[in-house]
T-cell receptor, first 115, second 114 residues
Framework: GAGVSQTPSNKVTEKGKYVELRCDPI?????LYWYRQSLGQGPEFLIY????????DSGLPNDRFFAVRPEGSVSTLKIQRTERGDSAVYLC?????????????FGPGTRLTVL | AQSVTQLDSHVSVSEGTPVLLRCNYS??????LFWYVQHPNKGLQLLLK??????LVKGINGFEAEFKKSETSFHLTKPSAHMSDAAEYFCVVTLYSSASKIIFGSGTRLSIRP
């Protein structure tokens, strides 16, 4: 079956612009996660959805970052007033339940470059 | 505080020889532990997981890991390396069901020499 997909695969934008990154999870997966991976580092947790609600958004670095999952499926990560330091690969993952014991299935990521 | 340390940023072994990728964790409570692999230009894939059952965990592609509470370690091993094992490996620790406590290590790049 289809895995987690993310669009776009690459996004180049200018400092100060607004961007949206989309994640399509595996059908039926209730949990969805966003991570940010900088070069040479492991993924850094941003936000976790259980269904439509953000169960934990403590990883969002500041109020320029926001994510939604209005129907409990597709999620969009929104970044306002982008900064060069936002450049990274943004990963999305989904799982059939909470993270303690459930495997996360990762998408290929969106590489964001802020010029 | 919870943390995970991958002791080697890069490991290089010859094809057919054993692989050891080291991971140590710090947690006040019993954690769940995972190893994920990331091949170039591909998504992260689960290799194996420990969730308080058997301490020796077998995963895909011949990998296994042993949870040692006394040493707070969860090292990944494979008896015989294959060229296709070349990738980045991440040790991950989670605590209860709090997603914010999902901590990835900084990764170990495994290279395989012919």
């Amino acid at each position: 079956g289809a895995g987690v997909s993310q669009t776009p695969s690459n996004k180049v934008t200018e400092k100060g612009k607004y961007v949206e990154l989309r994640c399509d999870p595996i059908s039926g997966h209730t949990a969805l996660y966003w991570y940010r991976q900088s070069l040479g580092q492991g993924p850094e947790f941003l936000i976790y959805f259980q269904g439509t609600g953000a169960a934990d958004d403590s990883g969002l670095p500041n109020d320029r970052f926001f994510a939604v999952r209005p129907e409990g499926s597709v999620s969009t990560l929104k970044i306002q007033r982008t900064e060069r330091g936002d450049s990274a690969v943004y990963l999305c993952a989904s799982s059939p339940g909470p993270p303690l014991v459930n495997e996360q299935f990762f998408g290929p990521g969106t590489r964001l470059t802020v010029l | 505080a919870q943390s995970v340390t991958q002791l080697d940023s890069h490991v290089s072994v010859s094809e057919g020889t054993p692989v050891l990728l080291r991971c140590n964790y710090s947690s006040s409570y019993s954690p769940s532990l995972f190893w994920y692999v990331q091949h170039p230009n591909k998504g992260l894939q689960l290799l194996l997981k420990y969730t308080s059952a058997a301490t020796l965990v077998k995963g895909i592609n011949g990998f296994e890991a042993e949870f040692k509470k006394s040493e707070t370690s969860f090292h990944l091993t494979k008896p015989s390396a294959h060229m296709s094992d070349a990738a980045e490996y991440f040790c991950v620790v989670t605590l209860y069901s709090s997603a914010s406590k999902i901590i990835f290590g900084s990764g170990t790049r495994l290279s395989i020499r012919p």
